[in-house]
């Protein structure tokens, strides 16, 4: 925009512009903004009808003599010219034109007249918006940036919707106190620059409280190590994230040690124990997610186990089935082969117990395992008594075919051990094996 070139109106904005950016002309002087790489126009003096002499300084530590309506004496630069016989109009504003500007006039008398110049550019991009938080976790802190301007901008901060002002400044920060805090809420911040856009610019924060998100439990083995995590989420400003000990009122905060090790990847955070042991760390643990705007917490638990021998467990399991193997595989040899055919119908039908009550009851063996197994006699003799009310004649062909095939395994016990037959194939052979 020109501010003089375009006469008669010219966009100076003298005073005015002073007025408008907060600046307070000094004495008499007249502060006049121009733009970079625009034009502005210096007057000398608010007068009006016959002009005198007219001669133009620049007032740096001595004064440079610019321009005169002499006609005889050259003007410094060809950037300067003079309009209506006493303005000095400056094309193309460069920051180094800012300065002071004193015109002398001669008429029957000699008057000196005083310009500040200040040369202006509005900031190239858009205002920032932030908020943080301020004081611990007390306050929050709105700040607004519109960098790249001068002079420097104006900031008013307002809620919305309401339009109530926080604040206005210079600097664009605001406090405020969690009182005046709410999830959700909006601030806005316009910003004006002396020569920016006459409508303003604005940017907007919205604040929100932290959301928390972690698995509810987690186990550890005595010695092992173990690592919790809890995501935070929505947190605006961003939240400060901690963790407790719930092991009494109040609860403690765990500082990062040897044993605990905490990390922080953005709004992520993990915690990890090392060295578990049941006493010190079996127990509730706490994620909690503070910001000004609000506090969220989870409860983690967090149990410490001896760890499994699971080498053991599976000797253990080998050495039972092995053990079993041999029982059966010695009965097999002792009885004829309608009761081998039975017990093997029965281990098809994966049913110990009835193998046991066989024998139990033909011959009175002393081993502990059958002393076991006569215990649960009664639950296995119910079960059998239940498919026996159901005659289910739709079954025939297939028990058939399943007692066929048990004949060709019948010297081969352990693979009938093995076979994890469904329910139903049980039912079938036990229903079968009455008549038989
Ligand atoms: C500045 O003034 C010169 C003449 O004095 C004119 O040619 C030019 O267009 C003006 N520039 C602007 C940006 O108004
Ligand atoms: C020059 O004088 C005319 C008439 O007095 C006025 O309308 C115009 O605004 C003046 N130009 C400048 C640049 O001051
Ligand atoms: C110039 O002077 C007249 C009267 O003396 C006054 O009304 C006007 O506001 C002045 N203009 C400026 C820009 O100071
Ligand atoms: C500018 O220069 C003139 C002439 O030397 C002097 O009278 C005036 O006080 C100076 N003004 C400033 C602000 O330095
Ligand atoms: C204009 O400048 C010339 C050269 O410096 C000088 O001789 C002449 O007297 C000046 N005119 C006026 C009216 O001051
Ligand atoms: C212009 O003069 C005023 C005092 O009249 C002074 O405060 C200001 O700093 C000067 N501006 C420059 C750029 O020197
Ligand atoms: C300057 O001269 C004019 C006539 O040329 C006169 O009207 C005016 O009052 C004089 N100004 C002063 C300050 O003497
Ligand atoms: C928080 O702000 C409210 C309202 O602005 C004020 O009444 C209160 O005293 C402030 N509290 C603190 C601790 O600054
Ligand atoms: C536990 O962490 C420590 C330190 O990082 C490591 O030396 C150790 O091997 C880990 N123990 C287990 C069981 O992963
Ligand atoms: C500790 O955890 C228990 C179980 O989640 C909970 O009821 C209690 O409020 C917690 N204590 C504190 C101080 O948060
Ligand atoms: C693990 O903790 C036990 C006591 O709980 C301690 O005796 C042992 O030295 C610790 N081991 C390591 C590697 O820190």
Redesign the pocket.
């Known amino acids: 925009m020109a501010a003089g070139g375009r006469a008669p109106e010219p966009r100076v904005l003298v005073c005015l512009g002073a007025l408008l950016a907060g600046w307070v002309a000094v004495g008499l002087e007249a502060v006049v903004i121009g733009e970079v790489h625009e034009n502005v126009t210096l007057h000398c003096g608010n007068i009006s009808g016959p002009r005198g002499?007219v001669t133009w300084y620049r007032n740096d530590s001595e004064p440079v003599f610019l321009l005169?309506s002499?006609?005889?004496?050259p003007s410094a630069e060809p950037r300067f010219s003079l309009v209506n016989a006493s303005s000095l109009h400056i094309e193309a504003l460069s920051l180094q034109d800012e300065g002071n500007y004193t015109c002398r006039e001669i008429l029957n008398v000699t008057r000196w007249f005083q310009e500040w110049l200040q040369v202006a550019n509005p900031p190239p991009s858009a205002p920032q918006c932030r908020a943080q938080m301020a004081s611990g976790l007390f306050m929050l802190q709105l700040t607004c940036r519109w960098a790249g301007g001068y002079p420097d901008p104006n900031f008013l901060w307002i809620e919305e919707p309401g339009g109530v002002i926080v604040g206005k400044s210079k600097l664009g920060v605001e406090m405020l106190n969690k009182s005046q805090l709410s999830d959700g809420k909006k601030f806005k911040c316009a910003a004006s620059h002396v020569v920016g856009p006459e409508a303003g610019a604005s940017c907007v924060v919205q604040i929100r409280s932290p959301s928390v998100l972690s698995e509810p439990m987690k186990t550890c083995f005595v010695g092992g190590n173990v690592t919790l995590t809890c995501q935070v989420s929505g947190a605006y400003p961003p939240a400060k994230i901690l963790w407790l000990r719930n092991l009494t009122q109040p609860e403690v905060v765990i500082q990062p040690s040897s044993r605990h090790l905490i990390t922080q990847d953005g709004q992520n955070s993990t915690l990890t124990i090392h060295n578990c042991s049941q006493d010190l760390d079996e127990g509730y643990y706490v994620c909690r997610a503070d910001n000004p705007v609000g506090v969220r917490e989870v409860d983690i638990w967090l149990s410490v186990k001896e760890p499994l021998n699971i080498g053991g467990i599976v000797g253990t399991i080998v050495s039972l089935l092995l053990l079993g193997l041999v029982i059966i595989s010695g009965l097999m040899l002792y009885h004829s082969p309608v009761l081998c055919w039975k017990v093997g119908n029965t281990f098809r039908g994966q049913n110990m117990d009835d193998v046991m009550v066989l024998v139990d009851s033909e011959e009175e063996e002393e081993e502990e395992e059958e002393d076991a197994a006569v215990e649960e006699e009664e639950g296995a003799q119910e079960r059998e008594e239940f498919p026996k009310e159901i005659p289910k004649q739709n079954h025939i062909h297939r028990v058939t075919a399943l007692v066929n095939g048990n004949i060709e395994q019948m010297g081969n016990g352990f693979q009938d051990l093995q076979d994890d037959s469904s329910e139903e194939q049980s039912d079938i052979v036990q229903q079968e094996d009455r008549p038989v």
């Open positions: 002499l005169s002499n006609a005889s004496l």
